[in-house]
């Protein structure tokens, strides 16, 4: 409800759709990264967007959905971890800080978008412990820390502007009853 409340900030009929533009944006500029990875012909890379995009708009319906605004930080977290992909997913204590912020920001738009980026989370993590990395936990501290950050923010935000009621209610209609 922020995206919307923000949107309708900017403006009353065109503000959610700034938004869903500046998301898009951010998230095509997210995958043409990703692809650059395994592609260096630039026209196969924008082929390769269009069709990802003729997808995509095939499945938006009317747009301003919860698994759009979920996908620049999903975007984010898979580029993460097929960068890292050749190394074993050894993410850098940086790394797994923006895994942790992106993994809550999407839980707290709708928690089960999350799915598409937890088995690689779970190879990485496995992969550090088969291999008895060092910075094992490390890496799960600075995870947890953008956990913790983005979820206090929130909690912090709806105490003090809503009341325990209203943080009652997020709790409920963005976790249990999700």
Not at 28 to 34: A, D, S
Request: proline share 2%.
């Amino acid at each position: 409800f922020f995206i919307q409340a923000v949107g309708l900030l900017i403006n009353e009929y065109w503000g959610i759709f700034v938004l869903q533009g500046v998301s898009l944006s951010v998230t095509l500029w997210i995958w043409y990264k990703m692809i650059s990875l395994f592609q260096k012909n630039i026209w196969i890379k924008f082929g390769i967007i269009i069709i990802a995009l003729l997808f995509f708009f095939g499945y938006c319906e009317r747009g301003n959905l919860c698994e759009e605004w979920s996908l620049p930080y999903i975007s984010l977290l898979i580029y993460l971890f097929v960068k890292h992909w050749p190394d074993g997913m050894r993410l850098s204590g940086k790394e797994w800080f923006i895994v942790g912020v992106c993994t809550t920001t999407v839980i707290f738009i709708r928690a089960n978008n999350i799915a598409p980026t937890l088995g690689f989370a779970i190879y990485s993590i496995s992969s550090e412990i088969i291999k008895k990395e060092k910075s094992l936990i490390q890496h799960l501290l600075m995870g947890l820390l953008g956990c913790v950050l983005v979820a206090g923010f929130w909690i912090v935000f709806f105490l003090l502007y809503y009341g325990k009621d209203a943080l009652s209610w997020m709790i409920y209609g963005s976790f249990l009853f999700n």
